[in-house]
Each structure stands twice: as C-alpha cells, then as structure tokens.
C-alpha cells in the first residue's frame, strides 16, 4: 500500500556531494515522520536524520553540519543532501516513513565514498 523508492546513490570522491531522493506513494497521511538510515557492512543500521511535519529536522551528530534533509510534499518526496562526503559515510542508505505507529522502509541506495 506504502512504497518508497530512493534514489541518488553513487560513487563519489571524498569531499564530494550527493542529493538522495525519496518517492513516497500509496497512503500517505499528512502527519507522519520520515527518516533516512544508512548500514555499512558488518555494521548495524543507523539513524542518520529525521523531518516530522513543519520541516522539523533532527541529525545524528556525526552528519550535522554537512548532511541537510527536507521534504517537498507536493511530490511526496523527501531528499538527503549530503555533503563533505567521508569514506565512513559509505553504505547503504534507507527511506523510512513512519505513520500510525507503522514504518515503511525503500529498498535503498549505495552510497560509496572513495578515499
């Protein structure tokens, strides 16, 4: 019923930027929170930021400062503007929408950052 489609993973140099994008289609309520996460291999799957409705952002500490998300709603999307890329932010990155206690996850994108 809830599908979420991202896009914009890629290789890329460190200190480069990247833009992710999350498609949300089906039954989108208007209140709802969505969230982007990451995980590399051997690592567990981490919160990297978070928009609620009125724009409300919040970052995982590592990310603040370079990483930026924002939601256009009229399109249902929400994007990732990652920048001053480090290798460690290498992994795959992961569209969450929360709504009435339910999460709906994407399929995710690779994110690679070379040396």
């Known amino acids: 019923q809830v599908q979420l489609v991202e896009s914009g993973g890629d290789l890329v140099q460190a200190g480069g930027s990247l833009r992710l994008s999350c498609a949300a289609s089906?039954?989108?309520?208007?209140?709802?929170?969505m969230g982007w996460y990451r995980q590399a291999p051997g690592k567990q799957r981490e919160l990297v930021a978070t928009i609620i409705s009125g724009d409300m952002t919040t970052y995982k500490d590592s990310v603040k400062g370079r990483f930026t998300m924002s939601r256009d709603n009229a399109k249902n999307t929400v994007f990732l503007q990652m920048n001053s890329l480090k290798p460690e932010d290498t992994a795959v990155y992961y569209c969450?929408?929360?709504?009435?206690?339910?999460?709906?996850w994407g399929q995710g994108t690779q994110v690679t950052v070379s040396s």
């Open positions: 969450r929408l929360r709504q009435n206690g339910a999460d709906y």
């Open positions: 089906g039954s989108i309520f208007s209140d709802n929170a």
